[in-house]
C-alpha cells in the first residue's frame, strides 16, 4: 500500500474544494449542482444542526456497545498510540442510525444534489481514527471498485463530526469521476485482501506523483462538526493518518438515485452483503438497501 504524504513533504500545491452554505437545509443550491457534476466532490457547511450530530454520537455509543459486527480496526504501526476503527451496515440494528437515514434533511439534501427521482439508501460507514492513529492512512481509491453496482448517480455524503484541519482531510483528485475505467480494489487493511479480487482491472495511479507533474489537482477542506463533503463512486479520494491529539471522526452515508443498477461481479464488495434478490442489470431497492425518497 502507498502512504499518503504529509503535507509538508509535496511537490505539489494542495487546491481547495468548493465549499456551499445551505440557504435551505432540503435543497442544493444549482450552483452546488454544476461543481459536483465538474469537479466530482463539493462540501456543504453546517449541512446538520447539532440534535442530528448528538444522535449519530449517541449511535456511535451504541455500537462500541454491541460490538461491530462488520467492523475493522487497523493499526498499521505497532507503535501508534492510536488505531482507525470503522464499520459498515450498523442503521439496522441502531435505531438512530435509521433515523438520520430516514428523517434528518439527509434524504432531501442529496436527492436534489443528484436530480433524481427516487432516493435508494445503499449503506452506511463509520470512520474513527483516534489521537496518535499516524501511520494509518486510507489509501488512494474510488468506491466504485468496491460496489456492485452501475450508473453515475451513486453519492458518499462524509459529515464531520469532530473539527478537521486540511493537513487530517479527505483528499480528493478534482474532476477524476469523469473517468470510465474502474480500477482495482484496495484493501484499508494491510494485512487482508478482497476475495477474487479482480484483478483485470489496472491498479490506482500514485496521484501524488501525478500532481508533482501537473497532471492532476488534488483538493481538501477543512470541516467543522456538521459539514460534509459529498462525492462521486468515481471520484478518487485519500487521507492521510491522524497526528493530532485528538479523535477523528466522521460517519458516512451512501446513496443511489434513478439510474443505478446491480452489476453482478465475482469480487468481495463493500459492504459484504448483496441485498436480497437482485438481478444483474436491476434496481437495487430491496430490505438491505431502501428506498427512502
Known amino acids: 500500500m502507498r502512504a499518503i504524504r504529509s503535507l509538508e513533504n509535496v511537490g505539489w500545491r494542495l487546491g481547495e474544494v468548493e465549499s456551499f452554505e445551505l440557504r435551505a437545509k432540503t435543497e442544493c443550491p444549482q450552483e452546488a449542482i454544476e461543481a459536483y457534476k465538474r469537479d466530482g466532490v463539493v462540501c456543504f457547511r453546517q449541512a446538520f444542526d447539532g440534535y442530528w450530530l448528538d444522535e449519530i454520537e449517541k449511535g456511535i455509543e451504541d455500537v462500541y456497545a454491541m460490538g461491530g459486527a462488520n467492523a475493522d480496526v487497523i493499526q498499521a504501526d505497532p507503535n501508534d498510540p492510536g488505531f482507525f476503527y470503522n464499520d459498515t451496515v450498523m442503521w ?39 489521537a496518535g492513529c499516524n501511520t494509518s492512512a486510507t489509501p488512494w481509491h474510488h468506491d466504485i471498485a468496491y460496489y456492485p453496482l452501475n450508473g453515475t448517480q451513486i453519492a458518499n455524503c462524509w ?18 469521476h469523469h473517468g470510465k475505467e474502474t480500477k482495482r480494489a484496495t484493501h484499508f487493511n494491510p494485512d487482508k485482501e478482497y476475495q477474487n479480487l479482480m484483478m483485470e482491472r489496472p491498479i490506482t495511479p500514485d496521484f501524488d506523483s501525478m500532481a508533482e507533474r501537473g497532471e492532476c489537482e488534488i483538493v ?14 468515481r471520484t478518487f479520494h485519500s487521507a492521510p493518518g491522524n497526528h493530532l491529539p485528538s479523535r477523528r471522526a466522521a460517519f458516512s452515508t451512501n446513496w443511489v438515485g434513478d439510474d443505478v443498477t446491480y452489476n453482478d461481479i465475482p469480487q468481495e464488495t463493500d459492504p459484504k452483503t448483496r441485498g436480497e434478490d437482485l438481478i444483474h442489470g436491476a434496481a437495487i431497492e430491496c430490505a438491505t438497501f431502501p428506498r427512502v425518497r
Do not use: H
Open 92 to 130: 439496522p440494528r441502531v435505531a438512530r442510525f435509521k433515523d438520520f437515514i430516514y428523517n434528518s434533511n439527509a434524504p432531501d439534501l442529496y436527492r436534489s444534489l443528484l436530480e433524481t427521482e427516487s432516493l435508494t439508501f445503499y449503506y452506511d460507514f463509520l470512520i474513527v481514527k483516534n
Open 159 to 176: 459529515t464531520a463530526l469532530d473539527s478537521i484541519p486540511v493537513d487530517t482531510a479527505v483528499r480528493f483528485v478534482r474532476g477524476s
Open 220 to 233: 481538501a477542506c477543512s470541516m467543522e462538526p456538521g459539514d460534509t463533503v459529498v462525492f462521486n463512486c
